[in-house]
């Protein structure tokens, strides 16, 4: 995996996204404890962006900033323990749909909403974010890597309602689809865009 940390500013705030990254990397990385196998410790196919939860003030600053509202559809591309779509189901009645790589991510995201009692409000699945259709979505998040958002750019413009929010934890889009907003809460970026109907014509 690329992490270019080197290439930003030593005091951007996605320096620090991007050493928690990296440092969940190394862990997954390590050699699995006596007594367990690698099978039993990594996921089936290697993953585009490790595992790192997104911090709950983190979480709710993205719903706030996408205005979350009942009615919305949020999906998580790379959904971890499902706590984005979860909050957005607990906390704003929402429906969300969560997609990860990872089966054991989908497990625990799926007794999370059941714990949550939003198991009606929400579906977790697993799959390929880059495989993922995101058509029915009024809200997507992320908390992927810079290079992942990049390539997932042209799917978000494709598939994607006019209207549709986009918010984003540390990364941005790059230069070809710059934020209308970034907001910062507990030394975290969070980038927000919209889909527009140019994004739309261009098709790329
Ligand atoms: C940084 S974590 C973010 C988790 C959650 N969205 C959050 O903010 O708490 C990235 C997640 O993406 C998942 N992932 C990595 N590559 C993926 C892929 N190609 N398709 C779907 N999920 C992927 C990982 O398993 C991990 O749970």
Redesign the pocket.
């Known amino acids: 995996m690329n992490l270019p940390a080197a290439a930003l500013p030593s005091r951007h705030p996605a320096r620090s996204a991007l050493r928690m990254?990296a440092a969940?990397c190394l862990a997954a990385a390590s050699m699995p404890a006596a007594g367990q196998s690698a099978a039993a410790t990594s996921?089936p196919v290697p993953?585009?962006?490790?595992?790192?939860?997104?911090p709950q003030e983190v979480?709710d600053k993205m719903l706030d900033v996408a205005a979350v509202k009942a009615g919305d559809v949020v999906y998580?591309?790379?959904?971890?323990?499902g706590?984005?779509v979860v909050t957005a189901a607990r906390d704003r009645g929402a429906r969300g749909v969560?997609?990860?790589?990872?089966p054991q991510?989908i497990a625990e995201a799926t007794a999370n909403a059941q714990s949550a009692g939003v198991a009606d409000k929400v579906k977790f699945r697993v799959?390929?974010?880059?495989k993922?259709d995101v058509s029915q979505a009024t809200v997507v998040?992320?908390?992927?890597l810079p290079e992942?958002n990049r390539k997932l750019r042209p799917q978000l413009w494709k598939q994607l309602k006019v209207g549709t929010r986009v918010v984003s934890?540390a990364f941005d889009m790059g230069n070809a689809w710059p934020p209308e907003r970034v907001e910062r809460v507990g030394g975290r970026d969070i980038y927000y865009w919209t889909i527009r109907p140019e994004h739309k014509s261009t098709g790329q």
């Open positions: 990254l969940a996921p993953l585009d962006v490790p595992y790192v939860p997104t979480v998580d591309l790379g959904c971890g323990d706590r984005i969560g997609i990860d790589l990872n991510r799959g390929d974010l880059y993922a998040t992320l908390y992927l992942v934890h």
